[in-house]
């Protein structure tokens, strides 16, 4: 089984693709960040709403 080829990059091209990486997975924890708190945000109005004072 052999390697795969890499294409040839000059070395610009390769940061540009190194910061995009790094933007798009910051971006994806941001949305998992976001969903867990509108979790949080409804089970803490459901507990709100139910619970007696």
């Not at 540009?16 to 994806?28: R, T």
């Amino acid at each position: 089984m052999s390697l795969p080829t890499m294409p040839k990059r000059t070395r610009e091209e390769a940061l540009n693709v190194i910061i995009a990486s790094i933007a798009l997975e910051e971006k994806a924890l941001a949305q998992l960040i976001k969903a867990e708190a509108e979790k949080v945000q409804h089970a803490v109005k459901i507990g709100s709403v139910t619970q007696e004072d």
